[in-house]
Every structure is written in structure tokens, then in C-alpha cells.
């Protein structure tokens, strides 16, 4: 049937063809027309069209037989429309109908049970399927890695589970089956050994987060990713995770639940490994004292530690929101920055962040990178930063990171270098004194003007690069010296040179070395040099230093002095034969007046009136002071040429035996003194024993007429010298009275030999004990003064040392 | 004690005088022997050169110090290198009261070192004393074998 439909076209066009043929033979054989041939076109089309073919072709097959008649030559009028015609049209149209309801009949029926039969082949198809699929996923479930269960009732007793449950629970599947998942569940409040190593506790946290998430379970009848714990058969805690999903009827109600269960020990070992590393990592960078900050890949902040936050004066509630930008500091302002300066940010500023930035995105880095940071306070730090650019796996930049150090103290230490080497250069340009630096092979680094002056060279590069030697004297020879004599260099001074050098090299350093320097103009400069060798802090040398001092005016001063001291010495040695002659040849004629007055009077006494008596003997008095007064004035300048002894002297005892002779020349007298025990001295013994003596001489004396006389000898600190010497600090030793004192009007007087501020008949005297007191005080560079009220006493002061002087 | 000789070596004619007075003062009559100057006084004592001394050795000489040609100390010295004289006592007389006059007066051998007062009493005493102890109270070796 349905190979009739697919060729109907042709059978019905072949059906067409025999029904032509059929009524022309007949017409052929028979001589009469033959319209029941037309059956064959109309059963064709009742066949391959259907009812309403086959009508059609009935009704169209009175116009077609028309037509073959009309063609084989009958009459048309006649034949055409005799009755036979008309009936046998209607006839065919019958039979078309007929034929053509059948056909349709059959396709119905054809068609049904085609699809049935197919319907039939689909559904065992799906069985089949059905069949397979259930067998994989059987063998699915059973092989998972993941732990699976089915449990096919509603009060989650478990009715499968695959070996990775049992596995992972430790338990067999007898023991498995009917179980509730509930029971394999840790007990609220029960610290349970975990499998992670950890001990843990079931809380309440844990049983809230656990509750919530059954909730949403049971609302939505699915849950994924939900982590919580199993207790195995050993009693241990095991960390799952779960995608749980209901079973469902056709009514849509849970008749069970199947659940996938993944051990996730690794896992949150690893998460444990992680985090401690990251706080690992975040201690780093939180307690590192170089600020660290880090940007994304627009400079936001996404990460700043608390140095950096301390250096920028930022609070960590500051933080979101901030990028590198709000701490650039910006073109053509000028800020105060934390070195003390005050900084202006140029072009020159920008240029330099921009090549550096340029460096960083080529390079990927960018080490010791100098620039300001803008703090919250509008300051400047200056940083030094290293700054890493970060890329994610896909080599795309994601951030950066900066590690930033504060370097103010480098800076202000630089400044001070800075202004320690200007103020030292200022020094060296200035110095009076001639400097010369030279580094490690002698070669001169640098010259101050004063020796360009001393040498007679006019720039620094005349001397800079050479040798010491470009100005030393390099041959034995005579040579004409800045202080006007000529001097012979002889080889004594070469090796004197040499001495200096190895003594140099020996002890790092050299004072007070006195040579010459050869001027441009060749004339010698005597000169006196230190030199110290310069190392390093590995005390390698690196160099030496000289200063160096013209010393022509004190060679001419010394020239000067050793005359002045021949001479001194000369006119020393003729006040000596002058005092001799003094000695011997004044006193003899007063010998002579004495004892011829004393003749007179022996022998013609008793010629002369009393008067004449009384002068001769005015004239014998006055003879003898005049003796006394000489040879007082000799023991004067003999203190001046006796030669000094210096020694440590026990000054109180030596002031206590001083006293005690001049008690036992005078027993009578009772007189109290006291002497400061410890006091010592260094100098000349016989000096000081005259000095007490005279000074303890005088006191003894002044006091004569005093009730109860009182003589003191001390050593104080704290007195100064009212005139000329300060002495404030040094030991100045007194002796003081209670005697008669004086006029401090007549002090200046004091000194002087012969001076006396008293009367000789009211104290004797000549009056040279305090003129040699201080000579010897001065012999020995002391000072000596004294204080005095008339009736009240006096006090003498006097140093035995010299004022203290530097470079001693 | 009429005996002995005394030996003044003294330049200054004042001195002399007084030195003279002060002795006779007290009594002392002993021969003195004068010698105004050094080469005077050693003519005296040990002669001229190659002529052997006839004078009497006096027992005491006051040598004066500082005397033009030869002066006390040169003297001193002579009369002690000479064996005739060496144990000649000999006190020093004079004005000066140099430290350094005294010690080379020892170290030359003198036996005492007088320095003149100014005042002529204590000259006087000064002399009586001399006389008494180097005249009187001592002894010498060469009087035992005169």
C-alpha cells in the first residue's frame, strides 16, 4: 500500500495510458466505442487518490471517452449524448467513489498500526536503557571514591551504602544497614579525637550551624557543600562534607534521601597548613619594622602593616579606601619634611618617580628607590623603597607590593655630614696653620690656602697629585732661610727625616717634628709638623694628615733669646763680681770708720766734750746698719743666683721647726700657733725654709706687742688675688697674725727691699724679708700678696707654683 | 807665748791698724809679722824660688782673702803644697761672708774662717779669741820638734 502511494502518480498516468489503448483497440475490432475502459483510469485513481480521486476520474471520464470517440470518427452530437453515456459516466463515478473509500479505509488502518508498533519499539528501547543505566549507576554508586548512602524511608535509616562509607566509617555493611545517620553523629558537648589531629568539641556552634543547614535541607529537599562531622566505629571525629538530595514519589513527597559524603581531612589539613602560613606570613608583615604596603592593579590599598601606618600617621580605620596616590606628594608644593628641611617637589622630583616606575613595569621591581611619602600631617618622609610588581598565573598585573623604609636618620646624619664637612672645610681653608691631606700612597689629596701662602704657589693643583717631596729639601747643602740666616742641611737631617718617618709608621702619628719646607722660589721655611696617619675602620691607612706651622718668627725668636740669654748671663756673672766687691770692699771702710771712731774714743775720749763722745758713737751706730744693710742686700741677690733644687716638701713640719727656732731665740715670748698638718710642696728646700722663716719671722715680730698673740699657716682653695694673678682653684698657703697690721694703701710697698712701713725703734729691721720672701715666691712662679688692717693683723698669701699652662 | 809669732796677711792698711789695736788690746804681745800682700807673705814663708827660706815659721797667720797680685786663697794653697808650711795654721780673715769663699777656704786647708766684724768691739773679740785658742790651747805637731 504504501509503495501503491509513492508510485500512485505513475500508476495512474500508466492507468490513464491501457484505458486509451483498451478503447482504441476495441474501437479497432468492434467498430464501436468501448466507454467502460474508462473503469481502469477511475479504479486506479479510487486506488492511488482516495474517494475523491476516484470520483474525479469518474466524472472526468465522460469528457475523455467523448473525446476518443469524437478522435476514431463518430458522430459527435450522436453518440455523445446518447443515454448509454450519461448512465455509464454515473456508473464510473460509483465505482471511482467506491475504490476510493476503500483505499482510504485501508491507509487509516495501515497508519494505526504503524504507530502502535512503534510506540512498542520505543518503549522496549527505554527498558533497555532503563536497564543498562541502572546497572552503571549500581556500579557507580558501589565503586564511587566518595562515600555514598541511599536510605529508602523517611527516618534516615541507612538501606545501602557503598564500600567508601563503610570505609570511611570503619564499619561492615550489616552493621551499616538500618543505622540512622543520626547515630553516626558526634554527641553535643563531647570532645572527640579528630582526624586532622586536632582535638575538637562539639558546641554550640557547631549544633546551631548543623540545624541551620537541616533546615534548608528539608525546605528545599537538597543540600550542597554542607560540611559537618561523622563519628567512625573507633569513636573518631571525621570531618565530611555532603551533598545531600531527597527521594521524591510521584506526589512529590520525600520517601528518602541519598547522600554523597566526601572525607575532608586533607582538606582541612590543608586549610589548617594554609592558615597557619598566612598567619605565618602575616606576622612577617606585621611585625616587620620596614613599613610594607600593598596595592591592586589600580593602587588601591589592600594591605598595609602597622609600621607603614605609623609612618604615614594613618589609623587602620583610614585604610579602606586609600591608594598610593594619597601619599605622593604633589608637584610645585613645598612641604616640611621630617629631616627639618623645608622641600620643594620640582620637575627634577617627577622625572625621577617616573623613570623609576618606567624601571619597575620593565623590570618587574625596582630596588632602593628614593622618594617623599606625604603623611597625614602634610610632612615629607623621606623612603627608601623596594617595590615588586605582582602578576597573576596569566602573567596580568594584579598589584604591588612596597617595602618602604623610613630613611629621616639617614638623611639627617647625611645633612650633618654634610655640614660637618663644610664646617671642616671651612677650618682647613681658614686655618692659620698650613693643612695638608694625603691619601694611602702619600699623594697630596689637598692643600688649604695657608700653605699655598707658605710655599709661594698659587692653586691647589700646583701641589694636589704630587709627592711631600715636591716641597721637602732633597740635597745636602747650604740654603737661605726664611729667618734671614743661612743654614747647612746636612746628612743629619736626612736621617732625622727618616728617624720621623719610621717613628710615624711605628705610632700612627708624630708631634711637634721640626723641618723644613723648601719654597717654590727655593728658600728654606723652618717649620714644625704633626702628622697623623688616617685608617679606616679595618685599620687599613688610607692617608695622612699634616699640619704644618711656619715657624720662622719663632726661630728668629729663639736666635733672639739665646742672645738675650748670653747677655743676661753675662751681666749675671758681673752683678756677681759686683757683689763680691760690694761684700768685701764696702764693708772694709766701715771697719775702718768703726774702729778708728772706737780708737778715738778709747784712746783721747777723755779729751772730748760728752757730745763729741756721743757722735763718734752715732757714727759707729750708723756704720754698723750700713753693714747690716749689706749684707742683708747680698743675701737678696744671692737668693736670685742660687741654683734650684726642686723636691717634695713636708711644708708643715719644716714651718713647725721654722717656728720652733725662732720660740727658742725669743723663749720669752708666748706666742700660739697653729700649722695646718699636711701641707707639702714641691720646690727648693732651702728657698722655702728662708721664705717660712722670713714670713713666721715677721709675724713673730708684728706681733710683739700684741695681748695674746696669735700666728697661723694654712693652705686654702678659695681666695683670689685681688690684682694681677688669678689663682682661683689653686692651693695658696697663708700665715696669718693678729698683729699690728698695716696700711693696705702701703701695700705695693711691701715688696720692696728696704721699704719698711714701721719704725725701726718700734720693730727692728732692715727691711728686706718680704723683698726676699718674693723673690723666692717668684723664683719658684708663684705669687705673693697680702691682706692687712692696721691693729688687726695680717695675712700673707703666696703659690709655690707655676700657673698652669697648656701643653705642659 | 812671748815667743810666738803671728802672721797678718792684710792689704788694707785700716785693716791692719785695727787688727794690730785689737790684738793689743788684749794683751797680746807676741811678734807680729806683716806681709801687705800674697807674694809678700809666701816671699816669707818659703822664700823665692830656688833660695831656701831662712825666716822663723810664725805659729799663726791671718790670711786675708782678697788681696791684688796673689791673692789669700792662691796663698793658702802654697803654703799647704809646701812641706815646710803644710801644717802652718791658718785662719781665714775677711770681709766676705761668700758660701763660696768659705768652702774653697776648707777645701784649700784652711783651719778656721773668721769673717771681720763691722763692729770693732766684736772685732776685738773676734781677735782675742783667735789669739787665745790657736796661741794658747793648741798644739802642733812641728812645736814638739823645735
Redesign the interface.
Known amino acids: 500500500m504504501q509503495r501503491l502511494t509513492k508510485h500512485r502518480n505513475i500508476l495512474f498516468c500508466l492507468s490513464i495510458f491501457v484505458y486509451i489503448a483498451l478503447f482504441y483497440l476495441i474501437f479497432h475490432f468492434y467498430g464501436r466505442g468501448m466507454p467502460t475502459a474508462a473503469l481502469v483510469p477511475v479504479i486506479a485513481a479510487g486506488l492511488c487518490y482516495g474517494l475523491r480521486g476516484g470520483i474525479l476520474t469518474g466524472v472526468l471520464s465522460f469528457p475523455a471517452n467523448s473525446l476518443l470517440l469524437v478522435l476514431c470518427g463518430v458522430d459527435w452530437p450522436e453518440r455523445l449524448l446518447g443515454g448509454g453515456g450519461i448512465a455509464g459516466t454515473i456508473a464510473l463515478v460509483v465505482q471511482g467513489a467506491l475504490v476510493g473509500r476503500l483505499r482510504d479505509l485501508d491507509s487509516s488502518l495501515r497508519s494505526a498500526r504503524n504507530t502502535i508498533q512503534l510506540e512498542i519499539d520505543e518503549r522496549t528501547q527505554s527498558y533497555n536503557e532503563l536497564k543498562k543505566a541502572e546497572g552503571k549507576l549500581s556500579a557507580i554508586i558501589k565503586n564511587s571514591p566518595d562515600a555514598i548512602y541511599i536510605s529508602e524511608n523517611t527516618e534516615g535509616r541507612i538501606d545501602r551504602a557503598n564500600n567508601a562509607f563503610l570505609d570511611l566509617l570503619g564499619y561492615r555493611t550489616e552493621e551499616i544497614e538500618g543505622t540512622r545517620i543520626a547515630d553516626l553523629s558526634p554527641h553535643p558537648g563531647s570532645t572527640y579525637d579528630c582526624t586532622t589531629g586536632e582535638k575538637v568539641t562539639i558546641d554550640d556552634t557547631y549544633l546551631e550551624h548543623l540545624m541551620e543547614q537541616l533546615h534548608l535541607f528539608f525546605e528545599k529537599g537538597v543540600i550542597t557543600n554542607w560540611e559537618f562531622y561523622l563519628v567512625d566505629k573507633q569513636g573518631t571525629l571525621v570531618p565530611v562534607e555532603s551533598n545531600v538530595v531527597s527521594l521524591l514519589d510521584d506526589r512529590q513527597e520525600r520517601i528518602g534521601d541519598v547522600g554523597i559524603i566526601r572525607d575532608i581531612t586533607r582538606r582541612r589539613q590543608e586549610e589548617a597548613t594554609l592558615r597557619e602560613t598566612y598567619a605565618f606570613l602575616d606576622n612577617i608583615i606585621e611585625s616587620s619594622i620596614d613599613c610594607i604596603v600593598i596595592s591592586d592593579g589600580t593602587g588601591k590599598i589592600i594591605r598595609a602593616n602597622t609600621s607603614f601606618l605609623n609612618l604615614m600617621g594613618w589609623n587602620k580605620a583610614d585604610l579602606p579606601g586609600k591608594a598610593t596616590s594619597d601619599f605622593s606628594p604633589f608637584c610645585y608644593e613645598t612641604y616640611r619634611c621630617t629631616t627639618g628641611e623645608t622641600i620643594t617637589i620640582g620637575d627634577d622630583y617627577f622625572e625621577g618617580m617616573h623613570e623609576q616606575l618606567t624601571r619597575m613595569f620593565e623590570e618587574g621591581s625596582v630596588s632602593n628607590w628614593e622618594a617623599y611619602f606625604l603623611r597625614s600631617d602634610k610632612m615629607l618622609v623621606p623612603v627608601e623603597q623596594n617595590s615588586t610588581i605582582l602578576y597573576n598565573p596569566q602573567k596580568e598585573i594584579i598589584g604591588a607590593v612596597g617595602i618602604i623604609h623610613d630613611i629621616t636618620m639617614r638623611r639627617v646624619a647625611e645633612n650633618r655630614l654634610h655640614e660637618a664637612n663644610e664646617f671642616l672645610d671651612n677650618i682647613i681653608e681658614s686655618s692659620l696653620d698650613c693643612i695638608a691631606v694625603s691619601d694611602k700612597n702619600g699623594r697630596i689629596t689637598r692643600v688649604n690656602r695657608a700653605l699655598l701662602e707658605l710655599l709661594r704657589y698659587d692653586s691647589p693643583d700646583d701641589l694636589i697629585g704630587r709627592l711631600p717631596s715636591a716641597f721637602a729639601v732633597d740635597d745636602e747643602g747650604v740654603y737661605e732661610t726664611t729667618t734671614g740666616d743661612l743654614v747647612t742641611v746636612g746628612r743629619d737631617y736626612f736621617r732625622k727625616s727618616v728617624d720621623s718617618t719610621n717613628r710615624l709608621f711605628a705610632e700612627g702619628h708624630i708631634s711637634n717634628l721640626e723641618f723644613y719646607f723648601k719654597r717654590r722660589d727655593g728658600i728654606l721655611v723652618p717649620i714644625e709638623e704633626n702628622i697623623v696617619l688616617l685608617t679606616d675602620k679595618q685599620g687599613e691607612r688610607t692617608g695622612a694628615v699634616g699640619i704644618i706651622r711656619d715657624i720662622t718668627q719663632r726661630k728668629q725668636n729663639e736666635l733672639e733669646m739665646m742672645r738675650q740669654r748670653d747677655q743676661l748671663e753675662a751681666t749675671n756673672k758681673e752683678l756677681e763680681a759686683f757683689s763680691?766687691s760690694v761684700?768685701?770692699?764696702l764693708?772694709?771702710?766701715?771697719?775702718?770708720i768703726?774702729?778708728?771712731?772706737?780708737?778715738v774714743i778709747e784712746d783721747y775720749g777723755k779729751l772730748l766734750p760728752d757730745e763729741g763722745r756721743h757722735y763718734l758713737e752715732r757714727v759707729?751706730a750708723a756704720?754698723?746698719r750700713?753693714?747690716l744693710l749689706i749684707?742683708d742686700l747680698?743675701k737678696l741677690s744671692?737668693l736670685t743666683r742660687r741654683e734650684m733644687h726642686q723636691e717634695k716638701i713636708d711644708l708643715s713640719a719644716l714651718a713647725r721647726e721654722v717656728f720652733q727656732n725662732i720660740q727658742a731665740a725669743d723663749p720669752h715670748r708666748q706666742v700660739h700657733y697653729s700649722i695646718q698638718p699636711g701641707l707639702s710642696v714641691k720646690a727648693d728646700k732651702t728657698l722655702v725654709r728662708v721664705l717660712i722663716d722670713n714670713l713666721l719671722g715677721n709675724a713673730w715680730k708684728y706681733t710683739g706687742k700684741t695681748k695674746h698673740p696669735v700666728i697661723e699657716l694654712g693652705m686654702t682653695r678659695n681666695v683670689t688675688r685681688p690684682d694681677v694673678h688669678p689663682v682661683s682653684g689653686k692651693a695658696v698657703f697663708f700665715i696669718r697674725d693678729n698683729g699690728v697690721g698695716f696700711d693696705m694703701g702701703y701695700a705695693e710697698k711691701l715688696f720692696s727691699a728696704f721699704q719698711r712701713l714701721h719704725s725701726p725703734d718700734d720693730f727692728p729691721g732692715t727691711g728686706i724679708g718680704l723683698a726676699t720672701a718674693q723673690r723666692i715666691v717668684h723664683r719658684h712662679g708663684g705669687t705673693i700678696w697680702a691682706d692687712a688692717k692696721p691693729n688687726e693683723g695680717a695675712t700673707f698669701y703666696f703659690t709655690l707654683q707655676e700657673e698652669p699652662s697648656y701643653g705642659k | 807665748m812671748e815667743n810666738k809669732t803671728i802672721m797678718i796677711v792684710e792689704d788694707?792698711q785700716?785693716?791692719l791698724?785695727?787688727t794690730m789695736?785689737a790684738l793689743k788690746k788684749h794683751h797680746v804681745l807676741n811678734e807680729i809679722i806683716v806681709a801687705r800682700d800674697g807674694a809678700e807673705a809666701l816671699e816669707y814663708l818659703i822664700g823665692r824660688e830656688g833660695k831656701d827660706p831662712r825666716n822663723v815659721l810664725p805659729e799663726l797667720i791671718l790670711l786675708d782673702?782678697?788681696m791684688p797680685k796673689i791673692d789669700g786663697l792662691e796663698v793658702l794653697r802654697r803654703i799647704r803644697a809646701h812641706g815646710r808650711t803644710k801644717h802652718l795654721p791658718v785662719v781665714i780673715l775677711?770681709?766676705?761672708?761668700?758660701?763660696n769663699d768659705i768652702v774653697e777656704s776648707y777645701e784649700h786647708g784652711a783651719n778656721s774662717y773668721v769673717r771681720?766684724?763691722?763692729?770693732?768691739?766684736r772685732?776685738v773679740e773676734a781677735a782675742n779669741q783667735l789669739s787665745l785658742y790657736w796661741l794658747v790651747l793648741n798644739e802642733f805637731p812641728h812645736k814638739k820638734g823645735s
Open positions: 763680691y761684700s768685701h770692699d764693708r772694709a771702710p766701715l771697719r775702718g768703726d774702729g778708728f771712731s772706737q780708737a759707729r756704720s754698723q750700713m753693714a749684707d747680698l744671692r | 788694707n785700716d785693716d791698724d785695727l789695736r782673702l782678697k775677711t770681709s766676705s761672708d761668700e758660701e771681720k766684724p763691722v763692729d770693732f768691739e772685732f
